[in-house]
């Protein structure tokens, strides 16, 4: 029977190293956890903005329905409360539509050039430069 032996003095020197810098070891775990403390804070908040949004998207689009008029504003508002969140995206989008809809073409155009400069790389990209091209044609340009 052969014993292995220099898997003991790997872990004593494990144990005599981490005995020797326990302070800085704490220091690490301590601005680990914190680190992972903050991230984890910023992810929720960024969640619940997200949900917010969500909310506030669903209440204009529900007293658009119920009013059956085309209100821009609403759709503008959350746009501007939420920037940067997918709800605010479609809401921008959404009134610039409305404004196009209600006969405003030259402030639909500015309202799709604002999402194409906000929100550049989202998938309605694309449907804001359709809008933008409708707008322009809607001057006779």
């Known amino acids: 029977m052969e014993q292995d032996i220099t898997e003991s003095a790997y872990f004593f020197k494990l144990w005599a190293w981490f005995d020797k810098n326990k ?6 775990a301590a601005g680990v956890a914190a680190a992972g403390a903050a991230v984890g804070i910023y ?3 960024q969640q619940e903005k ?3 949004a969500g909310q506030a998207l669903s209440s204009a689009m529900v007293a658009r329905t119920f009013s059956r008029t085309e209100s821009p ?15 605010g995206a479609q809401a ?3 009134g610039a539509g409305e404004l196009f809809a209600g006969g405003k073409p030259a402030e639909a155009k500015a309202q799709f050039e604002r999402f194409l400069r906000e929100y550049p790389a989202h998938p309605l990209a694309a449907q804001a430069n359709l809008g933008v ?3 322009l044609a809607g001057e006779g340009k």
Request: aromatic share 10%.
């Open 73 to 87: 504003e609403a759709m503008l508002k959350v746009a501007t409360t939420y920037p940067g969140t997918q709800a």
């Open 92 to 94: 921008l989008l959404l």
């Open 43 to 45: 992810l929720w908040s």
């Open 23 to 28: 302070k800085q070891v704490a220091w690490v």
């Open 133 to 135: 091209a409708a707008c």
């Open 50 to 52: 997200a949900t917010a």
